[in-house]
């Protein structure tokens, strides 16, 4: 290979090659590019908890209008008559009967009272239907105290039918159902008919008398005020419940919840053909 003496291209050639070394501006920044690294990383680690929280808030503002919006819709009022002291609107879920909590009716506790709380629920018979007579059961035998002194017992209405009801004085599909056993009694007490209307408002008499004084009825009224004295009645669970017992003191029928007048009238007419 041949060789050059020439100064002049030796110098030439040692700048060209300096040019090809490596200088400050490129050398890489590896500090800042882990820098850089570790902050996306540590991002990547956040996403989903920032993901979480998002959906979890959002999940909250849904839960909260839900209950808003149901709170609006069982707000105090909404049924003529439902929500008296010892009331709860909390569980309004439509109209026709009041629910009653169940702990408070099936826990035969003695220390137990009974008449607490209300929900509404739409369980209404429109149609008369009456157990067939080969299978009716025995009604229970009670005796509750009765508001004209004495007590009133399932031997009363021996050889009537009778139309047993529990209300209380917060009820208000009780109150609407109150006229038409008045008109019943009415119309059908000389063919051997008659009503018992058994109270269970906790305070008995003390609310019981002056609410019929307001309110009077041409029937009679009793209380089952305990769980003791509703205990034979089984767990009436609704208000208002009605039974019908026929002339031999077998359960007939059972409505639960405000009943349809025309249907309850239908099946008195047919217990008193019987």
Same mark, same amino acid.
């Given at each position: 290979?041949?060789?050059?003496?020439?100064?002049?291209?030796?110098?030439? #050639?040692?700048?060209?090659?300096?040019?090809?070394?490596?200088?400050?501006?490129? &050398?890489?920044?590896?500090?800042?590019?882990?820098?850089?690294?570790?902050?996306?990383?540590?991002?990547?680690?956040?996403?989903?908890?920032? #993901?979480?929280?998002?959906?979890?808030?959002?999940?909250?503002?849904?839960?909260?209008?839900?209950?808003?919006?149901?709170?609006?819709?069982?707000?105090? @009022?909404?049924?003529?008559?439902? @929500?008296?002291?010892?009331?709860?609107?909390?569980? #309004?879920? @439509?109209?026709?009967?009041?629910?009653?909590?169940?702990?408070?009716?099936?826990?035969?506790?003695?220390?137990?009272?009974?008449?607490?709380? !209300?929900?509404?629920?739409?369980?209404?018979?429109?149609?008369?239907?009456?157990?067939?007579?080969?299978?009716?059961?025995?009604?229970?035998?009670?005796?509750?105290?009765?508001?004209?002194?004495?007590?009133?017992?399932?031997?009363?209405?021996?050889?009537?039918?009778?139309?047993?009801?529990?209300?209380?004085?917060?009820?208000?599909?009780?109150?609407? &159902?109150?006229?038409?056993?008045?008109?019943?009694?009415?119309?059908?007490?000389?063919?051997?008919? $008659?009503?018992? $209307?058994?109270?269970?408002?906790?305070?008995?008499?003390?609310?019981?008398?002056?609410?019929?004084?307001?309110?009077?009825?041409?029937?009679?009224?009793?209380?089952?005020?305990?769980?003791?004295?509703?205990?034979?009645?089984?767990?009436?669970? !609704?208000?208002?419940?009605?039974?019908?017992?026929?002339?031999?003191?077998?359960?007939?029928?059972?409505?639960?919840?405000? !009943?349809?007048?025309?249907?309850?009238?239908?099946?008195?007419?047919?217990?008193?053909?019987?």
């Amino acid at each position: 290979m041949a060789t050059h003496d020439d100064p002049d291209l030796e110098r030439w #050639v040692d700048d060209r090659m300096a040019a090809l070394g490596p200088t400050p501006k490129s &050398e890489p920044e590896t500090e800042w590019a882990l820098e850089q690294l570790r902050t996306r990383a540590t991002a990547a680690r956040q996403r989903p908890v920032h #993901v979480w929280l998002l959906a979890g808030s959002a999940a909250a503002l849904l839960v909260a209008v839900l209950v808003s919006v149901e709170g609006w819709r069982n707000a105090p @009022g909404d049924f003529d008559g439902v @929500g008296g002291p010892e009331a709860s609107s909390s569980n #309004v879920t @439509g109209d026709g009967a009041i629910a009653l909590p169940t702990s408070e009716w099936t826990s035969r506790r003695p220390d137990r009272e009974v008449g607490t709380g !209300v929900t509404l629920s739409a369980r209404r018979q429109t149609t008369p239907r009456l157990v067939p007579v080969e299978q009716r059961t025995k009604a229970p035998d009670f005796s509750l105290p009765a508001m004209e002194s004495g007590r009133a017992t399932l031997a009363d209405y021996a050889g009537r039918v009778l139309l047993l009801n529990f209300w209380a004085t917060w009820c208000g599909p009780c109150r609407i &159902e109150m006229p038409w056993f008045v008109a019943f009694q009415n119309a059908f007490a000389e063919r051997g008919f $008659g009503v018992l $209307g058994v109270s269970v408002d906790d305070t008995a008499w003390d609310v019981v008398r002056p609410f019929l004084d307001r309110e009077p009825v041409n029937y009679r009224i009793a209380v089952a005020d305990t769980a003791e004295r509703l205990a034979p009645f089984g767990p009436i669970t !609704v208000l208002p419940t009605t039974w019908l017992i026929d002339r031999q003191g077998r359960l007939a029928a059972a409505h639960v919840g405000l !009943v349809d007048r025309t249907a309850l009238e239908a099946e008195i007419r047919q217990l008193l053909a019987e």
